[in-house]
C-alpha cells in the first residue's frame, strides 16, 4: 500500500514563510509527477504546482516568485517552500504523486495539511 504523508503546515504571520513536505512510502517502483494543491474553506481545491520527475515546474499564476516546488527523488519526497505569504495562501494544502506499480501508473492523494496566514 502507497502513503502521502504530508507535514510542515501551521499558523504563520503575513510575509512569513513554510516549507510543506511530502514523503511517500510503499512498495512502488518508481515516481513521475508531484504536484501540491490547495482548498480553501468554500472554494474548489486548485493546483498549485507541479514538478516532473525531470525536475520540470509550473505554478498557479497567484504564487509565481513566492512559492517553489522540488523534490528529493531519492527520498521519495516533494516539498513546497512558500515565503511571502498572504491571508489568501489560507487554506488545506495536499500533495499527489503518479505512483507507478507494476507498471502501471496509479495517482495517490496525501491526507493534508492545514496552513494559516493570519496575524
Known amino acids: 500500500q502507497v502513503q502521502l504523508v504530508e507535514s510542515g503546515g501551521g499558523l504563520v504571520q503575513p510575509g512569513g514563510s513554510l516549507r510543506l513536505s511530502c514523503a511517500a512510502s510503499?512498495?512502488?517502483?518508481?515516481?513521475?509527477?508531484m504536484r501540491w494543491y490547495r482548498q480553501a474553506p468554500g472554494k474548489q481545491r486548485e493546483l498549485v504546482a507541479i514538478?516532473?520527475?525531470?525536475?520540470?515546474?509550473s505554478y498557479v499564476d497567484s504564487v509565481k516568485g513566492r512559492f517553489t516546488i522540488s523534490r528529493d527523488n531519492a527520498k521519495n519526497t516533494v516539498y513546497l517552500q512558500m515565503n511571502s505569504l498572504k491571508p489568501e495562501d489560507t487554506a488545506v494544502y495536499y500533495c499527489n504523486a503518479d505512483v507507478n506499480i507494476n507498471y502501471n501508473i496509479k495517482l495517490y492523494w496525501g491526507q493534508g495539511t492545514q496552513v494559516t496566514v493570519s496575524l
Open positions: 514538478i516532473t520527475v525531470g525536475l520540470s515546474t
Open positions: 510503499g512498495r512502488f517502483i518508481g515516481i513521475s509527477a
